[in-house]
Each structure stands twice: as C-alpha cells, then as structure tokens.
C-alpha cells in the first residue's frame, strides 16, 4: 500500500515525476502536477492553450512538458483536484501560485503563513498576486513570494494572518 | 442563528421573511427554505420523539429518504418537513407516536389522472441528462421530482467536476444542474417539484402526491432516477439529533446556507466524506478530523489531499464506538481497529464535537423498482440491491429503465452519461432515429470507468447486466 493512500498526503519524495530544471524555473512559473492516481479526468488536457499537458487517456495521470508551459495557471485554476501548481524562482526566492477556495482571500501584499502538504506553518510569505477568475466555475489562484527557494517544493497552502 | 453569512464559493440569497409555527412558538422562516432548515437555523434540533422510547429525535437525511424529521403540518401527520417549503402561517407540532389523519379531509383535492410517454422520476442528473435529451423529441413527458428544487444532489456539489468535457468536467456541480435545469424549464417538459413518487401498482400506474393531491400517472415507459439514501452504521447513541448524513450537511450548508455545526467528526473517508469536510471548512466550520475504518483511504487522494493541507487529520483504522448527549451531541468517542476490524482496546479518543457526520455509503432507492417487480440483486461494492438491467439500462421489465445510483452507487459524471444511454434507448424503441449517439455515450461509460478506481465497479455490474 502507498503511504500517501494512508495519510492523505505526499512526501516530498513520494513525487515520482521529476520536477522542472531549475534553469527553467528561473526563467518563469512552470505548472508541476501533485495528480498521482488514475482517475477519470482531463480538463487540465482541454484547457491548455500550449498543449502542453498530455494524458495517454482519460484515466491517466497528467504528464506536463515543461518546456512547452508558459506558466498562464488555466490548468491550476481549473483542477478539480487542486492538485496543480506553479513554481518558479527568482533572486534565490521562491515562487508559488496555488489554488485557493477559502475566504477571505489574501490581498497584494499581505503577509500569509505558508503551509506544507499537511497544514503546518513552514514560516511566513509576501502574496503577490491574487487573481479571482470567476469563482462559480473556477479557484482563484493566489501567488505568494516565499524567502527560500527550496520552499517551492514544501508550500501548497496558505493561512491568513489573523 | 446558524446562518452562514459568506460562502467562497456560492452566492447566497434568502427568500420574503415568513412566520411559521412550531409547538405554538413563532418561528422565522424564509420563502425558499423548508420547515425543517427554518427550525434547524432557528437553533432548534429536537424535532420529534421516537415513539417506543421517546428518545429525541431530529434531522438525518434532508432529502427526503428518511424518516426523522417527520413532524405534523397543519394538522396532518408523517409529514417529511425536510423537503416540505416553510409557508405563511403553517403550524408544526411534534406528532405523536404513528400520528393520526384528521377527521375532515376537505385539504386533499380530487385525484388526478395523467397520461404521458415518459415519465421520470427523480431530477438529479441521470433524470436531467435524460430530459435534456428527450425534450427534442415530439413525445411527451413528465418529470417528477420529490425536492423543492429540480437538481437531486448536484444542486450541492460546490466542487468541479471529474469527467471529460462531455459531462462538463471542471465546472462545479451546481453550475451543471444550473446549465440542465434551464434547458429543461426552456423546453416543453412537463416538471413537477414537490412530487413524491410512492407507489407503482399492478396495472402499471405511478401514485405520485403533491401538495396533498394524489396524481395518477399513467406511461407507456417508466424512468427511474431515484438516487440514493444515506447508510446509518450501528453505535451507541447513533440517533441522537446532531448526527447527520454527511450528504445532509452538504444540504444544510449548501442549498441553504446554513451551518451543521460548529465542531464536526467525519466519520468515513470516501469521496463523500472528504468533498463534505473540506466544503465544511468552507463554510466557516471547524473539523476536528476524518475518521476511517478501512486502513487506507477510501476516496480520491486529491480530495484528501486538499483536506489535509489545511492541517485536518485523517485517521485511518478508526472508527466511530459512541456519541453522547442528551438532545444534541455533546462528545463521540472513536477507537481504533485492529487489521481483522476488531477493537483495539485502550486506543479510545475523546472529541468535542456537537455534530458527527457519517459518510458510511449509499444505498439504492429501489423501493418503486421493487414494488413494481423488477428483478433486483445485492450486490454490496453497488450499495445494495440494484436492478438487473441490460447495457442500455432496461430492467427485467420491458418497459421500465433506470440510470444512477439507483441503478448501483457510483458518480454523478457516470449518471449522467447513464441517463443519456437510457433516454436513447427508450427513442429509439419508440422509433426515433437517433443514429450513434447511444453507442458513442456506452462508449463514454467504458472510457470512464476504465481506470483502477472503477475496476470493482466494472466487475459487479458485470454480475447485474445481460446481454
């Protein structure tokens, strides 16, 4: 049995794929993928205007060409499973722009807590961006600036500041 | 009281302010709301009694399947006040023991005789998928739903959807029922909300009441999308108000805008169980966890995952032994099991909780299958019993199709597709020509349940289907 199918959550080790190089990284966001089971679903495939995301079919798991993605986030905001990100680095900090579904939402700006893969507190980050697309149908992304750059590979939540 | 005063997601509205009745206190209500979501957002949790033990009793479902909220409404009993819409001036009592018709039925109009081609019943989304079909074709057809709302269970689905572009995969639940509601109120569809189906007689005749008129319907096919119910599991204090369906949290929280509680134990880590803890944190409410008694979780890891990054835990081997209080919950107590499910003495676990959710399955609503003789089999990885069917979901009875969960519990992409299958198939019998539609949607229904999730799925409906 995977231990993720058990703690509901990846190790940073447990993630099978590799990661995009870190010459990319630097140049822009890249979307990277946490969708690790076989279910049917691919709007992540439909969505994207580069075709940069691929499925052998519907039940597999999403297979993303990093040197295809211009980092837009469609396919982060439209994941049903909110299991897409985009990670980028830049002067040696990290980058992450994340689904959120929460209010209220974070502004330009504002400090948050950063969380990892099961809600602990890792330390503090700056939100630069939050775009709110059409909440009805899709989640608002919100990108935060971390201090370290290894945190883009920890970070997958926010909390506000209270 | 326990109004959720802004939601991420949804747009909430409440209706006219109205005043109803309850045990002669008046009590607020909002056009829109049912009695039961009044007195529940209103703080009151104790609807009834049982009748052999007096124990309290309050809302379990909320959809009309159980029997919980059953309260007397204007003087007539058995009322399911869950699904009943609040009126000006309507009286609600606390019935007693089995209730009792009152003297004088001047409230009951004349029965109705309808004649129809189709009849649906039940408008979740095989319902709807197949209106939205049908509704193009010159043929008439009546569309009765038991809820207030056309919709079923998509009307409370806040998350985007699994699936292909097909079954709009990406667009949260209630923007599809949204997109299918419309199209059906657009077209010459004969709906009705407010509309139980109860019986199906001997002579094929469907019994259907609404608003205390019984509607004899008469069909040349029958359609039944009638969903599912919500399983209760066996525990000390199970029936203690404040114990809900997670699917009648979901209810309370997303239809209505009203808060379950304030502390919540999940009890079950399937895909229900998951989807409502995370649509809870929403909301505004606190989860203290997501207890399992599988050793792995049952649901999708995304869903599990997006639960956990927000630091709720998910305990696996777990499962519920007791809640206590005395007209609410006030405490659960969970214990761990061993790996042949048995209880591991000593790993008891307190949780302050006023509310537990179960999310322990779904059962099939085959009762009008059943009472109109089609062949059903257990079949336990569906739910329960099902019916026999053929891969164009006919049942053992030649004019009778199903599609959903009631035809074996599985998600509400497959019901759709489900519903397309049998409306094609019901036109083409009637003579339509509908060229390659029906195959290219079995084909869809394949491509779907292809991957390992489903392989069990795919195996027992193997056991219910015949060439």
Redesign the interface.
């Known amino acids: 049995m995977n231990d993720w199918a058990t703690k509901g959550y990846l190790e940073p080790g447990e993630i099978k794929t590799t990661l995009p190089r870190k010459e990319l990284l630097m140049k822009h966001l890249i979307a990277i993928s946490e969708c690790i089971q076989e279910i049917p679903c691919n709007p992540c495939v439909t969505v994207c205007p580069l075709k940069a995301i691929t499925m052998k079919d519907i039940n597999a798991i999403p297979v993303i060409d990093y040197e295809k993605c211009n980092g837009c986030g469609k396919c982060v905001g439209i994941c049903p499973g909110l299991a897409l990100f985009l990670i980028g680095i830049k002067n040696g900090k990290g980058i992450i722009t994340l689904p959120y579904e929460m209010l209220p939402l974070p502004g330009k700006g504002n400090e948050v807590y950063l969380l990892n893969r099961k809600g602990e507190r890792l330390g503090k980050g700056i939100v630069m961006r939050t775009v709110i697309v059409n909440k009805q149908t899709k989640s608002s992304l919100i990108t935060v600036l971390c201090e370290n750059e290894d945190d883009i590979y920890h970070i997958r939540n926010i909390e506000i500041i209270k | 009281m326990r109004e959720i005063q802004?939601?991420?997601?949804l747009k909430l509205a409440r209706g006219k302010e109205i005043w109803i009745k309850f045990s002669g206190t008046p009590i607020r209500a909002y056009e829109n709301e049912t009695v039961a979501m009044a007195l529940y957002r209103e703080g009151i949790d104790v609807f009834t009694e049982s009748s052999k033990l007096h124990r309290p009793r309050g809302m379990f479902c909320a959809i009309g399947k159980c029997s919980s909220c059953m309260m007397r409404v204007n003087g007539i009993p058995n009322v399911r006040t869950c699904i009943l819409p609040a009126r000006e001036g309507m009286v609600i009592e606390k019935q007693d023991m089995y209730g009792k018709l009152p003297e004088s039925i001047e409230d009951f109009p004349e029965p109705c005789e309808i004649y129809t081609d189709i009849v649906i019943v039940g408008a979740g989304p095989a319902g709807l998928s197949a209106a939205n079909i049908l509704k193009d074709f010159n043929i008439r057809v009546l569309l009765v739903e038991q809820n207030p709302k056309l919709g079923g269970q998509l009307i409370k689905q806040t998350?985007?959807?699994?699936?292909?572009?097909n079954e709009m995969?990406?667009?949260?639940g209630f923007?599809i029922a949204n997109i299918l509601i419309q199209n059906i109120k657009d077209s010459n569809i004969n709906y009705k909300t407010d509309s139980t189906a109860f019986g199906f007689y001997p002579d094929s005749t469907l019994a259907i009441f609404q608003n205390n008129q019984l509607l004899k319907v008469h069909s040349k096919y029958f359609f039944f999308a009638t969903g599912a119910s919500e399983k209760m599991i066996p525990f000390a204090g199970n029936d203690v108000p404040g114990v809900f369906g997670a699917g009648a949290a979901q209810t309370m929280m997303n239809v209505f805008g009203i808060k379950p509680g304030k502390d919540i134990l999940m009890v079950g880590?399937g895909n229900v169980g998951l989807i409502v803890s995370y649509q809870l944190?929403?909301a505004?409410i606190n989860v203290k966890a997501v207890i399992e008694a599988m050793?792995?979780?049952g649901g999708?890891?995304?869903?599990?995952?997006?639960?956990?990054?927000?630091?709720?835990p998910?305990l696996?081997g777990t499962t519920i032994k007791e809640v206590m209080g005395t007209k609410r919950v006030e405490k659960a107590i969970s214990i761990g099991l061993d790996e042949e499910f048995k209880e591991i003495e000593g790993s008891e676990k307190e949780w302050n909780v006023d509310t537990v959710c179960l999310s322990t399955g779904l059962m099939p609503s085959v009762n009008l299958l059943s009472q109109a003789g089609c062949t059903l089999k257990y079949v336990s990885s569906l739910g329960g019993y099902v019916p026999i069917r053929n891969r164009e979901l006919r049942t053992s009875r030649e004019t009778i199709y199903v599609a959903g969960d009631v035809s074996g519990i599985e998600e509400a992409?497959t019901a759709m597709v489900e519903g397309k299958i049998a409306s094609l198939a019901i036109l083409e019998k009637i003579g339509y020509a509908t060229g390659r539609e029906k195959e290219k949607n079995i084909e869809e229904l394949q491509?779907?349940?292809?991957?390992?999730?489903?392989s069990k799925i795919v195996e027992s409906l193997g056991e219910v289907t015949y060439e």
């Open positions: 802004e939601h991420p997601i998350h985007k959807f699994f699936g292909s572009e995969a990406g667009t949260r923007e880590a944190l929403q505004g050793p792995k979780i999708y890891f995304v869903h599990a995952a997006k639960l956990r990054r927000f630091g709720v998910i696996t992409s491509r779907l349940r292809e991957g390992p999730f489903s």
